[in-house]
T-cell receptor
Framework: AQSVTQLDSHVSVSEGTPVLLRCNYS??????LFWYVQHPNKGLQLLLK??????LVKGINGFEAEFKKSETSFHLTKPSAHMSDAAEYFCVVSDLNNFNKFYFGSGTKLNVKP | DSGVTQTPKHLITATGQRVTLRCSPR?????VYWYQQSLDQGLQFLIQ???????AKGNILERFSAQQFPDLHSELNLSSLELGDSALYFCASSVVGRPEETQYFGPGTRLLVL
């Protein structure tokens, strides 16, 4: 069975400092992994995705994530936070072996301090 | 703007009632997904349609049903509403509904059951 664990419900960083949002997954097959961002009162927007190509994935707005199979992790990073990055971030796993079901993590709220 | 539209934006109704939420996918997308986002349950996948046919089912209650019409728009019907059904309901679309595809999310319908 699939599951996604986002290890931190809230992360607070200062503007200009690095961001690390952690995600661990369990999957019985080769997963596809995504990070989505949700700004207040908005829908979700894709940041990046991993689909069995390069393990280091670059996304929009300077975010990237590394797929580490040995650690079953897909952590999201950004070298320098901007105020506009304040939002909720969701890690998502899906796999072909489980009838296309999609599993969202519980979300991490990122707060960026000036 | 993702290209996915949802109506209505807000809905207030009473327990026991029935409502219909509507979603129009991005132009060219054949697959539609429905999600429920609530404070206690987080984001949950409800159901997926592809070209009019149900493809995958998640945590959708028996009181809820959905369909996708020949013009590819979709409706989510919620009946015998309970207070706990109050949530944000998102629709998403993708090209052919494969698990590695990006899903494009609509702005959501906020349902309040009183």
């Amino acid at each position: 069975a699939q599951s996604v664990t986002q290890l931190d419900s809230h992360v607070s960083v200062s503007e200009g400092t690095p961001v690390l949002l952690r995600c661990n997954y369990s999957s019985s097959y080769s997963p596809s992994l995504f990070w989505y961002v949700q700004h207040p009162n908005k829908g979700l927007q894709l940041l990046l995705k991993y689909t069995s190509a390069a393990t280091l994935v670059k996304g929009i707005n300077g975010f990237e994530a590394e797929f580490k199979k040995s650690e079953t992790s897909f952590h999201l990073t950004k070298p320098s936070a901007h105020m506009s990055d304040a939002a909720e971030y969701f890690c998502v796993v899906s796999d072909l072996n489980n009838f296309n079901k999609f599993y969202f993590g519980s979300g991490t709220k990122l707060n960026v301090k000036p | 703007d993702s290209g996915v539209t949802q109506t209505p934006k807000h809905l207030i109704t009473a327990t026991g009632q029935r409502v219909t939420l509507r979603c129009s996918p991005r132009s060219g997308d054949l697959s539609v997904y429905w999600y429920q986002q609530s404070l206690d349950q987080g984001l949950q996948f409800l159901i997926q349609y592809y070209n009019g046919e149900e493809r995958a089912k998640g945590n959708i209650l028996e009181r809820f049903s959905a369909q996708q019409f020949p013009d590819l728009h979709s409706e989510l019907n919620l009946s015998s509403l309970e207070l706990g059904d109050s949530a944000l309901y998102f629709c998403a679309s993708s090209v052919v509904g494969r698990p590695e595809e990006t899903q494009y999310f609509g702005p959501g319908t906020r349902l309040l059951v009183l």
